[in-house]
């Protein structure tokens, strides 16, 4: 396959990823409506900054560290697992998530950025994204790999901020309709707060099953009238 075409591909399943709804959409989408377009785009740069460190931790062997150490790997998965579901259960008993209220104090853009940072690096999605897909893109002969794997970063990154920044844009403006009609609000809340809480059971369900071999006795011995059947 040619580089070019490679990239391209490469691409096409990112954006397909990226447009998915989850957790940095839902903090993106939120961090808009709650703060304006500013506290949008803090979030956008702190997502984007989560992916580059993704993509330093698999440039530098951690993410071989982790699919070597399946134990560490499952750790991560279950942490974002039980991230995710707080932000949906937040999500489904606030009546007010998506609605600014009168008095709210309104984060800070740079508290805004790690707090965004932080959601991305415990992103499940991201994790399965760096060792299963990510490296299939990496091709011997099209160069250093550490070239490749910048160019694919850049990818990335370039298609967060295009999606993640129009979804800050048009969620900033969304702000005074949400005000004016509570009960969007309130329904656009709960269909989130599910969508967050079935991904995280998803991030689950992939730990437990990678944790199942481990928990499966290696050798079953049933002893019958004496005789002993495996």
């Not at 490679?6 to 954006?15: D, E, G, H, K, S």
């Not at 982790?66 to 991230?83: D, R």
């Amino acid at each position: 396959m040619e580089q070019g075409t490679n990239l391209w591909l490469y691409f096409i399943v990112v954006f397909g990823i990226i447009v998915l709804p989850g957790l940095d959409m839902a903090y993106v989408m939120a961090s808009a409506i709650l703060g304006g377009r500013r506290a949008g785009l803090a979030a956008v740069g702190g997502i984007v900054a989560g992916g580059i460190c993704h993509l330093l931790m698999a440039t530098a062997g951690i993410a071989v560290v982790l699919k070597l150490w399946p134990g560490l790997f499952n750790l991560v998965l279950l942490a974002g697992a039980a991230y995710i579901a707080w932000m949906g259960i937040v999500f489904l008993r606030s009546d007010s998530v998506f609605r600014p209220a009168a008095g709210r104090g309104v984060l800070a853009p740079p508290l805004i950025f790690r707090r965004a940072m932080m959601t991305s690096l415990l992103n499940p999605k991201a994790y399965i994204f760096m060792l299963a897909i990510f490296p299939q893109f990496l091709k011997i002969g099209h160069g250093p790999l550490w070239m490749q794997s910048g160019v694919l970063g850049a990818i990335t990154a370039a298609t967060q901020a295009g999606v993640y920044g129009a979804l800050a844009f048009a969620s900033s403006q969304a702000s005074g309709w949400f005000g004016a009609h509570p009960r969007a609000a309130t329904v656009t809340a709960r269909a989130m707060g599910v969508l967050l809480i079935f991904t995280a059971l998803l991030s689950a369900s992939e730990a437990l099953h990678r944790l199942a071999p481990q928990w499966a006795p290696s050798d079953l011995t049933l002893v019958v009238g004496g005789r002993s059947m495996r």
